[in-house]
């Protein structure tokens, strides 16, 4: 079984800029310790990072064809990617979005996720914690 | 560690009406494959589920006692109940918001939960796996 | 055939109260009314009013278990109780929401009833002839 | 006593298209059923059905003139003739509003009636039964 | 085949009033163009203009029995006609909505349609050239 | 110099419903108050009243080719009428839009006119003074 | 009989600013209009102009003191001043509005008065004939 | 003269939770206070909390047949509780609505009281002093 | 310790102008009630009252220089002037604002006050029993 | 004379993910449609896809450089990109937006184009038939 | 050349009130930087600084006579007075809009600036530094 | 001290497309005229265009990296792109927003920029002027 795990906008400035609000662990520290529960749960993860909309959309696409799920953190285009809700819904294989932050407790925009109602399972506010129950989800609903 | 697990309105009847929206599983299946789980993470659980929103503040209130983290399927209540909110957030310990349905694809009024700002994780869509990883959540966190 | 007929917050002040809206008739009168109705419809009618959302919550689930249909009169709940609208359309039997007043004649947040979408009749307007025509309705579809 | 009974525009069509939103009866079995019961009532009703907001807004003129009481299906009209709302406020006759489906659970612009506000009653979700309850109600509050 | 035209309100002005929005081609003109593409499509049109809602109504009753498919310029009608999208949709063959300007353009109230949603089609902006556009699609989309 | 009266839907009834609203002056005595002012003004006046929205957008046409001026009182197609206001725009003379109420302190759905930003004048609130006030408006915009 | 005439705000730099807007005539050249026409009426009038609203607050009560209606244009305070509008509530004598421009036809801020739903009448849209058709009104409500 | 003194959910946890909000001061503690400054006014208080909506509908109830007026603080009930709005309303004594803290300085769902409408006074935004000038309201209005 | 006592708009026809809204009481006889408080409790006060907003902020200043808080009914400039609002925030000296009606239960536009979220307290719906409240509250803020 | 034909993001699954939406015919057929009435019609196309919106703005300048008229099927980017509206408006070549689907009958964020207002024309809701309906008024448009 | 400076409400509290949010320099300290540089760039300049919106107009209205330019922060006025909107838009001189703090980073109803629309230039965020470059800009314009 | 200046989607166009809006400059010039300034200031710049919002992240994310402050005008992504915001937030060096046209004064689209709230500072409106202005203040503030 195989996971695509997708970072979106500004997600690899993590670590380096605004602790207050996303921590101080880094991307790849991120990567690092989904690895290891990957390990635990015998599946396979492929990371990756993109600033780009069209890219993310394009790697969607990909893990359509490569993956059994998706765990997504769309980052800002949580709140208007159109085109990234599309394809979450065109590739039809579970996507568990997954945010750091709790997004209900901070600005307005943030509070409106337009991935959420197309995708398989919604997780938010637990920072690295999220991510590996994202994982676990992941695995879960790709089994089924 | 001792972690409650809260139900709020009409999950009662879990399992005995509208299936097709809230599945087969009963609550008290759910609560078995809790207490499995927390056999597991070496952690104790207590579940109650109730119909009524001063009943759940009184519950709440007492788990800021008796507990170390709070599960919380607020039901209906998500949508309306600032009484519960200010429970949470009042009690301090961390609450992991949890749903079963993905309350972003169903009708206007749950796509806005009241309790999400001031919980301390926010998860749904993925049915009874959702119930399990906020259990997961909920020891994470209270070990912190 | 049994209708159980739920009168919800306040209503227990009619008569009593703010007769220039809500009229002269106490509660009692009403369920006297309905009580002589049933008999010429030859069906059997329980009648409760509580203040508690959690209470009406419990009591329709008995209805569920004891009763053909039920007339249901919110009261404010009317306007908020998205767990009252979750236990009517859980439930699964006729459920016909009525109102002695008019309801879009009066305040804005009035005018807009959670509980309407999922009844399977909606009657407002007509004091106490508007309880008496939803028992009818109640007996017809529990009927079909 | 006499009552005037309105249908509203595509009312024609009913039983003839979209059998599923407003069921297989024709509006002249409904209007059949309703001489029925008139007969038993002892009332006598007169059953118009017509496309022209204007013509609608006459007919309620002569109601006023001719008649003791209205049961009106305003049809789409509902949503938007304030001409309608007008004449049923300026007439002073007790006019029943009613609707074949549950207009509270379909599209939102069918949420809103610009009519129930000045109608002596609203019933609506029941189908031909809640034009039997509607012509009980006109006579019943006629009679006051 | 047999082609319904219909013209809404004010458009039998055309030519005549307000070019410099509506340009200076007539409405006869438009008939015309039509019917020399009708001639070329191998379809029969018949092409009616009326101000009043009602009429469009009894008009698209009338489609249903005596044409294959409409061509429909509502007009100002488009906006609040509530009538007139449930005739398009209760009479079950292909309507497509067609505007000379582009509505999307103009005014805010002229931003939005009513009968779109129920349209087989939608095409703007365009002046003459949208109407043969629009016969082309009525008569594809008759034929399938 | 010729001047088109035209008055809207339910404006018949004027005098004889609602005096509290609308006064106690009929349609009758307005327009023959308004024929002694035109005899002052030395204008020719034809006081047309309709309860179809069609119809009055005929009568607008034919104020374009009969008429320097136009005295319109829409009653409640004021606030919904888009079709009115094209009309009112395309023949391009002079139009006084005049309210016997101020529309501007009554329901919410009064305070808004559709007419209003396409009229040459606007003029509410003064009953009967109202109207005469109109006809001089017309007279003096007719003029220029 | 005296007549108080205000005008609100930057109405001084009349006929001196932005004539495509406000027209050419200067605030003088209105006043003497005015001073004619009330003349014609046998009426006194006294005009005054600010552009402050506390100044025109004051205007208003010795208004109330001195006068027996007011003709107001409140320029742009029509669209915020509360404080102008209890004013002209509470001196109780018949106010008019009136605006050179049609207010309705320009951006959406000055579609909407706080003044008009306490005024005893609203003139807008026709220049200067709109203010002498307000001293008219004045004239005329002062005298019932 | 006897006033009731009703607290609403989680004030129970006041001095214990969130002292930054709501202040160090126990409820005991402002119960005491209440009580002393009883004393000198000489009236006689009781003092109820609950988190129940249902029972703080009783109370109300309650105090229209034991006491002359009631001090009020909904706590989050304040933002959507219309069964406790309709019971202030319909027992008919003077009810204070109180609050500890500045709800229009807050979140903004805080910012609106479906309370105050129907409350005899509304005072908010001083803590403990805002309790005893609310108990003294309550005894100027009761004396009344 | 010194109060300054603030009057806005309008409120120097206290008494003259609508008693049904604002009752029957002077200002002047207002100021002397406070006058009569403030020695009991052994303040001494200043009251000013002005219908213009720049003296008002003025006015704020001063108290700033002289006074140790500020009692403010700023009338109808409570909805929507925010140079009040930065004024009262900038002042930095406990404000209290009172009205003599409930602003929450008269026209929309007063449901809403500007200057509430930077009061020290915010008093409304009791008449002169409020502006006695907000002195003593004025006097307990002052002296913490 | 040249059209470039630019198909928006998840596009090229089209024929492969959610026929019940977009249909069962490929990306690749629609194409090979197109070229076959560009034969017809005389014109040569371009045809391009990308999931980029920066992409596609470049495409778009291309266009202006190289192609007379551009058929535009902007997917998701319709809701939201206002890059790709300031294209069309800057390239000022004649370009015709279209949808394979009814945008109007889907999710709420679907119904809102903000390509429409600076098109040349707009046409949605007949599948293939719409893509082909455009490129012949591309044609049209171009040749003007 | 010559620019007047003008500076709203409050302003004169600057350095004394609220450091942290407009910082600890004075109105007098920024007056003197401007002069400086207005001394660099060869221009005359005239700072003046009111709390009454009347003032401020009338200020403007000197403006037109006897300036070539305005630099103009109108404070609080900036979010609601059209009044001043009016004034910058009538005299017809380039003005340059300017805030020392971020108003688009603050709360809600400071994102939205009345004048903005009709400044030549709108300049905020940058404290002091502002203030220079708004003089730098209305010395640009004006020569133009 | 380094500065990077990034012009956003379109803005290659300039002088070249819509002159009226965009005035006739082209890129190159305004860059030219860019370095011209940062000569005399001493500072070195760095200028880049992208219609690609994923690539401006990327280089904002470098300017980190390189630069002291970025001169930002993001055109149309101005209103949408929340991953640029986050950006602009994440990477903590002065951003000045700058935009040709008054953005304030065209679609209201325009009116609601999503990167202001966390730029250093916000320009807007004078065309080439601004983007001088903007320099100047990214060198000021990159200084402190």
Same mark, same amino acid.
């Given at each position: 079984?195989?996971?695509?795990? !997708?970072? @979106? %906008? ?8 605004? %602790? ?5 662990? =880094? ?6 310790? !989904? ?6 749960? *015998? ?10 909309? *069209?890219?993310?959309? #394009? ?8 993956? #059994? ?7 800002? &285009? ?15 294989? %579970? ?12 600005? #307005? &925009? ?10 398989? *399972?919604?997780?938010? @506010?637990?920072?690295? =914690? ?13 089994? =089924?």
């Amino acid at each position: 079984m195989k996971i695509m795990v !997708l970072h @979106g %906008p500004n997600l690899n400035l993590l670590g380096k800029r605004e %602790p207050s609000v996303y921590g101080s662990v =880094t991307l790849e520290e991120i990567n690092q310790k !989904l690895a290891e529960l990957a390990g635990e749960l *015998g599946v396979e993860i492929c990371c990756k990072q993109s600033n780009s909309e *069209g890219e993310l959309v #394009d790697l969607l696409h990909r893990a359509a064809e490569e993956a #059994d799920a998706v765990v997504f953190n769309p980052g800002a &285009f949580t709140h208007y990617s159109y085109a990234l809700r599309d394809a979450v819904s065109a590739i039809g294989i %579970p996507t568990i979005e997954v945010h750091l932050s709790n997004i209900y407790s901070r600005e #307005d &925009f943030r509070k409106h996720s337009v991935i959420a109602p197309v995708a398989s *399972g919604h997780i938010c @506010g637990m920072g690295v =914690t999220g991510y590996l129950l994202a994982l676990r989800a992941a695995a879960a609903l790709a089994g =089924t």
